[in-house]
């Protein structure tokens, strides 16, 4: 059978991390997102599917009959 036991550190020895407050703290955040915003490198739209793809032609050729009408009259 195990025993567990506790130690408790001096109230020195524990850094205890206080959310800052104040004006600094506002801009430090405000930065922070603004950052992680611009220099994002994940671009959704670069990702969207914009019609057939390969292995679409490669199923129903390039004289498919219910293909997608890609010239607009």
């Known amino acids: ?12 020895a524990v ?3 206080e959310p800052q407050s104040g004006i600094m703290a506002e801009i430090k955040n405000f930065w922070r997102a603004f950052l992680a915003q611009a220099f994002n490198p994940y671009r959704p739209e670069l990702h969207y599917m914009r019609g057939p793809g390969p292995a679409w032609h490669a199923k129903y050729g ?7 009408k890609t010239d607009l009259d």
């Open 1 to 12: 059978m195990a025993t567990l036991t506790s130690v408790s550190l001096p109230s020195g």
């Open 15 to 17: 850094k205890r991390i």
């Open 62 to 68: 390039n004289s498919a009959a219910f293909r997608l």
